[in-house]
C-alpha cells in the first residue's frame, strides 16, 4: 500500500516561492508516475504538474514556466518548486502516485496573500 505525506505548504505574499515536498513508502516508488494537483475552495481539484518514472514532465498551462516537479527515487521523494507565486495559486496540494487506481496525500495549504 501506498502512503504519501505532502509538506512545506504555507503562506507567501505574491511573487513568493515555496518548496512542497511528498514523501512516499509503501511501494516500488521509482516505477509509477507521480503528481501534484491543487484544489481551490468551490472548485474541482485540477492537475498541476506530472512526472513519469523516466523524468518526463508535463505541467498545467496556469503554471507553465513557474512550477517545477523534480523526483528523487533514491529518497522516494517528489518536490514541487513554486516561483512568482499568484494568489490565484492559493489551494490545498496534493501527491498522487499513479500506482494502481492511484493514491492520495493529506494535501497541504498553500495561501498566496498579501
Known amino acids: 500500500q501506498v502512503q504519501l505525506v505532502e509538506s512545506g505548504g504555507g503562506l507567501v505574499q505574491p511573487g513568493g516561492s515555496l518548496r512542497l515536498s511528498c514523501a512516499a513508502s509503501g511501494s516500488i516508488f521509482s516505477i509509477y508516475t507521480m503528481g501534484w494537483y491543487r484544489q481551490a475552495p468551490g472548485k474541482q481539484r485540477e492537475l498541476v504538474a506530472i512526472?513519469?518514472?523516466?523524468?518526463?514532465?508535463n505541467y498545467a498551462d496556469s503554471v507553465k514556466g513557474r512550477f517545477t516537479i523534480s523526483r528523487d527515487n533514491a529518497k522516494n521523494m517528489v518536490y514541487l518548486q513554486m516561483n512568482s507565486l499568484k494568489p490565484e495559486d492559493t489551494a490545498v496540494y496534493y501527491c498522487k502516485s499513479h500506482a494502481g487506481l492511484g493514491h492520495w496525500g493529506q494535501g497541504t495549504q498553500v495561501t498566496v496573500s498579501s
Open positions: 512526472i513519469t518514472s523516466g523524468g518526463s514532465t
